[in-house]
């Protein structure tokens, strides 16, 4: 695998931040150790400017080429945050967090990213400004939203930005990448119900939530089935439902429901919000008990632009010695969309290997996929601003 040589020998030490990170797991906003960490980081490798408290917890650091004729800035962009997930891995260094673990390989990300920018702080052969971003918060949070909202692009210059994650089942040092919509629309929605409870042997004197509820989770299906054209994306998901009574002989009162929706177009996202009220308003009607939504947009349709996604493909097969893989679309949401919204840019995948999947217990970051994302890093500053 022809990655850069630098960082294949720093693979130990690269291994090292990233165990250390494993063991210590911090959720959405709460990383300030791991923020310290990358702050303390930055300035031992020489940066030229770090600044923290960017998206509450986010950390920049800013890298000079040896030139600046060209005047281009990059950013490369790492999330930090764990999941709340009980850790089952056994290893040495598995989590000491009750409740929390890194199980979709932040910490490799992160520790990948390091890698990049102390290489790039030691050599400095391009020509251009990099500034490496950490973010918290990618796991529901939207800390990529609250970095841009706090003006990181404008504040930096950044004209293009780039972002990766680890990928279980692709081989280790891989690639994939798709033009276009990559990452679906990730919204939420929550549902409450409220009818007339009773005795569970007299249901004619009630308004039956459960059924009324029941007869929605359904109907909600049909967003997908009936409303939307076939040929795009849409996923219904309800992922909770919960009753005011857990009496055998009750009829409750009130009935929770809460859920996700899954676009990969804005047509497609209006149509489902707006299927989801008409739905909810009939089935009040026809059983006579009330509904009340709450429909959240959170993550946007992530969009790969056409020039940087080719960029990317052709980066990643320098480094992997081999054609990068088209990606399928993938209805998971990732909130560096809010940071391509902003700016044009990339975001890639790189094999973990036969791994469990993210968001599993089992999960592992492969420590072997390092060299090849962080000399990925190292690769798009170095081709996409090459020194004179």
């Given at each position: 695998m022809p990655i850069k040589n630098r960082l294949a020998e720093m693979l130990p030490e690269i291994t090292e931040w990233r165990r250390d990170l494993h063991e210590h797991p911090e959720i959405l906003f709460d990383t300030h150790r791991t923020s310290g960490i990358v702050a303390d980081k930055l300035k031992e490798f020489g940066c030229d400017e770090i600044v923290t408290g960017i998206g509450r917890t986010g950390v920049v650091g800013v890298i000079k080429g040896k030139q600046n004729a060209s005047g281009k800035v990059i950013g490369l962009r790492a999330d930090m945050d764990a999941l709340p997930i009980h850790e089952e891995t056994g290893l040495e260094y598995a989590s000491k967090t009750p409740d929390a673990m890194h199980a979709c390989g932040h910490d490799g990300h992160t520790a990948m990213l390091l890698g990049a920018a102390k290489y790039l702080s030691e050599t400095r052969n391009f020509d251009g400004t990099v500034v490496v971003i950490f973010q918290p918060a990618e796991e529901g949070g939207g800390g990529g939203k609250e970095m841009c909202d706090d003006g990181m692009m404008e504040q930096f210059g950044i004209q293009e930005v780039y972002g990766m994650h680890n990928w279980p089942g692709l081989p280790v040092g891989e690639f994939a990448i798709r033009s276009g919509p990559f990452f679906a629309a990730a919204d939420v929605f929550e549902i409450e119900l409220e009818g007339r409870g009773g005795h569970?042997?007299?249901?004619?004197?009630?308004?039956?939530?459960?059924?009324?509820?029941?007869?929605?989770?359904?109907?909600?299906?049909?967003?997908?089935?009936?409303?939307v054209d076939p040929t795009e994306q849409v996923v219904v998901s309800v992922t909770s439902f919960e009753t005011s009574s857990k009496a055998h002989n009750v009829i409750p009162q009130k009935v929770s429901i809460k859920g996700t929706v899954r676009t990969l177009s804005a047509e497609v996202r209006d149509l489902a919000e707006q299927r989801m009220g008409e739905i909810c308003a009939g089935v009040a009607a026809t059983y006579g008990g009330t509904i009340e939504l709450d429909y959240h947009r959170n993550y946007p349709v992530m969009v790969n632009s056409e020039e940087q996604t080719e960029f990317a493909a052709r980066v990643a097969e320098t480094v992997s010695g081999k054609p990068?893989?088209?990606?399928?679309?993938?209805?998971?949401?990732?909130?560096?969309?809010?940071?391509?919204?902003?700016?044009?840019?990339?975001?890639?995948?790189?094999?973990?290997?036969?791994?469990?999947?993210?968001?599993?217990?089992?999960?592992n970051f492969n420590d072997e996929t390092s060299p090849a994302g962080a000399s990925w890093w190292a690769e798009i500053v170095e081709q996409r601003m090459p020194a004179a």
């Open positions: 569970a042997a007299k249901p004619q004197e009630t308004i039956d939530t459960t059924v009324m509820a029941s007869q929605l989770v359904l109907s909600l299906q049909t967003i997908a089935s009936r409303n990068t893989h088209d990606a399928p679309l993938v209805m998971g949401g990732e909130d560096f969309a809010f940071m391509l919204e902003e700016r044009p840019g990339a975001y890639i995948v790189v094999g973990n290997g036969d791994t469990a999947m993210v968001h599993h217990p089992e999960y």
